[in-house]
């Protein structure tokens, strides 16, 4: 038997739990694959993206960006509109996973950077994003991974003990942060090396 090493579960959300990419909503619009390279990495840049998933208003983005390449406003305003078109789904085999820890009584959290607007439509959408203990979302936090005051938040607003709270994400200085911030924390990569890093700290999951 396998000693217990943490007694709480902690995900993060977009390549965890969804299946989020622009270029599902962007092969659509940009059939043309260096226009839409260039649209996605130089105009609607990462960078710009995260500023809503740190708290700014949708609608602020767009018109900012639009006034500035007025000759992309409709696909900028697409960014917006047709978010949802940038989720595939589910990763159905991290569900797996999630649904059984909270079988068993483990307690699960989700700490993401995410919008707070696109938040609530993730959650309307799959109901499965409503079934944690707590979260911490950036957008309504206004800070975001790997940013220390985000998973202070989730320590101190939960009452966790970060040495015993297990942490997954597919970014990895995400996880550099949160093991600076004194939670156990491992890089996603598959639902089943995820399986198997909590099986070897005690969680009595399946094989």
């Known amino acids: 038997m396998i000693e217990q090493k943490v007694d709480v579960v902690v995900f993060d959300i977009g390549g965890v739990l969804l299946d989020w990419n622009p270029d599902y909503l962007y092969a659509e619009l940009i059939p043309d694959e260096q226009q839409r390279r260039h649209f996605l990495t130089a105009i609607t840049t990462p960078e710009w993206n995260m500023q809503q998933d740190a708290g700014r208003p949708w609608a602020e983005a767009v018109a900012e960006l639009s006034a500035l390449h007025p000759e992309h406003a409709e696909w900028i305003a697409a960014y917006d509109t047709g ?20 079988a068993q009584g483990v307690p699960t959290y989700a700490l993401t950077n995410f919008s707070g607007e696109k938040w609530a439509v993730a959650k309307e959408t799959f109901p499965i994003l409503d079934s944690f203990a707590g979260e911490v979302v950036s957008g309504h936090e206004q800070v975001v991974k790997p940013d220390e005051k985000i998973y202070r938040i989730l320590i101190e607003r939960f009452a966790l003990d970060p040495a015993r709270t297990f942490y997954t994400d597919d970014v990895q200085r995400n996880v550099d942060g949160a093991r600076a911030a004194g939670l156990d924390a491992e890089l996603f990569t598959t639902a089943g090396t995820l399986r198997t ?9 399946r094989p």
């Not at 978010?83 to 996973?97: A, E, F, N, R, S």
């Not at 890093?197 to 999951?205: E, K, M, N, T």
Request: hydrophobic content about 50%.
């Open 197 to 205: 890093q909590l099986r070897d700290r005690g969680l009595a999951l």
């Open 83 to 102: 978010w949802l078109k940038m989720v595939k789904g589910l990763l159905d085999d991290t569900v797996d996973l999630l649904t059984e820890l909270q």
